[in-house]
């Protein structure tokens, strides 16, 4: 029954059996073992546990978040509001690894310096499972920063405090002074300078859990669920209420009505879903900068919650950056996904035509995705998004037995070998699937597999399993030089 239902937390998604034949293979071949668990650990995990760093402007969010990854990433610039592409960052400290949601990059005068803390605040916790809240100890708390508690206190979510900007013991002191907020100890740190950073990370895993709380309905039969997510005014929520038959969220002409999340629940198909819409910001025109911020920090924020991203299109439209932003996030969260080509009942044949190329040359790196064009006004085409759904879900849930795997993986191997490099072939050995939710491989090689032939096996593996509608992680190993032999 091992390989039925395997000891997730042990080796991946390798039942007992698989696991002691698998390692068996990999000390034949001269692996290290140890760096062979540690591999399938990583990429056996879960969906990982979310950290939303959240404060007020100017208190050095990003350079903390810079530490926190470990490299420099998020946009750090002494004026508020530096927009920028990614908000959800990838991080380890002492062997645990977490996801970090910055909500650094914003617009302070979109609704008034208050409302707007509030709001990027708000999305950010939602998504997380443990928040660092940022004070600049320096200056003390704020008014600002009491709504931020009060918001915090609201969701309920395990805080910890972090006291930034203090470079010396005299700092110390003012941090002391952010008792007084009742979020518990105030952990003093520099984000410049790393001063404290370690300790306050340990507060950080202890607050975190060992995996996310939303386990994604699956182990409780609840229902599962999928982000509406798209460019403001790309016809979100008609699509909502099309799907609901009935008016449940705002349309609007105005760009961006919808603000608060809303998750519906809505059957179709027989079968009961659970929608978190993330139609648009409300925004002015003259806020346009800040607003595609908050849009891409409440579309983070839905897709964190989701199993399926169902992705927005105007297809009257070119296909914007913005839409390839979206798409890249999708991805890069590991969700399964399905592209649908809204307002398909107003295109002409050259639009089609032309639309056909950019979906090519715009989205190849998604060509595995299902697509349905469909009219959220007129509802055409409705019956085909449940199926698509469903077939990027079960992508998204496959598994490929090792020892098959292994199998194509030689045949595929004796087939194409990797290109000669430096005098020496490097090799894939052998492989397995570690974790599903997206399908996460892990293959260990004789030397450097370069890009090139990685997205091959990619492209080969789609075309021998399916994995249609989902990303597909795959770590590569190379086997360490051994010394004398032992």
């Known amino acids: 029954m091992n390989d039925q239902f395997p000891s997730e937390h042990e080796h991946g ?14 000390a034949e071949e001269g692996f290290d073992l140890e760096d062979v668990e540690g591999a399938i650990d990583e990429a056996g995990h879960g969906p990982l546990p979310v950290l939303a760093v959240v404060g007020r402007p100017n208190v050095g969010k990003s350079t903390l978040v810079n530490r926190i990854i470990g490299r420099r990433e998020a946009v750090v610039e002494d004026k508020p509001g530096v927009t920028r592409d990614r908000v959800t960052y990838e991080a380890e400290w002492a062997g645990r690894r977490f996801k970090v949601v910055d909500t650094g990059g914003w617009e302070q005068d979109v609704l008034g310096i208050d409302a707007s803390v509030a709001a990027q605040a708000e999305y950010a916790i939602e998504a997380a499972d443990a928040v660092v809240f940022v004070v600049d ?17 609201k969701a309920g979510k395990p805080v910890v405090l972090c006291a930034n900007k203090v470079d010396g013991p005299s700092g110390e002191a003012d941090a002391a002074y952010l008792w007084s907020l009742g979020l518990g100890e105030p952990h003093p740190v520099s984000a410049l300078h790393g001063r404290g950073t370690g300790d306050m990370l340990d507060a950080v895993l202890q607050a975190l859990p060992e995996a996310p709380e939303q386990r994604f309905g699956t182990a409780v039969g609840g229902p599962r669920r999928i982000a509406l997510i798209g460019r403001p005014n790309v016809g979100k929520s008609s699509l909502l209420n099309k799907v609901a038959n009935e008016e449940r969220v705002v349309v609007n002409e105005l760009a961006g009505t919808t603000r608060d999340p809303v998750d519906e629940l809505i059957e179709l198909g027989g079968v009961t879903w659970k929608f978190v819409d993330t139609a648009g910001i409300r925004k002015r025109v003259h806020l346009q900068q800040g607003a595609d911020y908050y849009a891409s920090l409440r579309t983070a924020a839905a897709v964190e919650k989701a199993e399926v991203a169902v992705i927005l299109i105007d297809a009257s439209e070119s296909i914007s950056v913005q839409d390839q932003r979206i798409v890249t996030m999708a991805v890069e969260a590991g969700r399964a996904i399905v592209i649908a080509y809204n307002k398909w009942d107003t295109l002409d044949e050259e639009r089609r035509y032309y639309l056909e190329r950019e979906i090519e040359t715009e989205f190849g790196q998604v060509a ?23 077939t990027a879900l079960a992508g998204w849930e496959t598994r490929v037995p090792t020892g098959r795997l292994n199998a194509f993986l030689g045949e595929l191997v004796s087939a194409h070998p990797h290109p000669i490099r430096g005098g020496k072939q490097p090799r894939i050995l052998f492989g397995t699937q570690a974790g599903t939710k997206p399908p996460r491989f892990v293959l260990f ?25 989902t990303p597909i992680h795959i770590s590569v190993r190379v086997r360490e030089k051994r010394g004398k032999k032992k």
């Open 445 to 469: 090689a004789s030397g450097f597999i370069e890009a090139g032939y990685r997205r091959f096996v990619e492209r080969r593996l789609r075309e021998e399993f399916g994995f249609e509608g």
């Open 368 to 390: 595995w995705a299902p697509r349905v064009n469909v009219s959220a006004r007129t509802g055409r085409h409705m019956e085909k998004l449940v199926p698509a759904i469903e």
């Open 137 to 153: 100890a320096k200056v003390g708390a704020t008014d600002t920063d009491e709504a931020v508690v009060r918001l915090l206190r």
């Open 13 to 26: 998604e390798l039942g007992d059996a698989e696991y002691a034949e698998f390692m068996e293979l990999a």
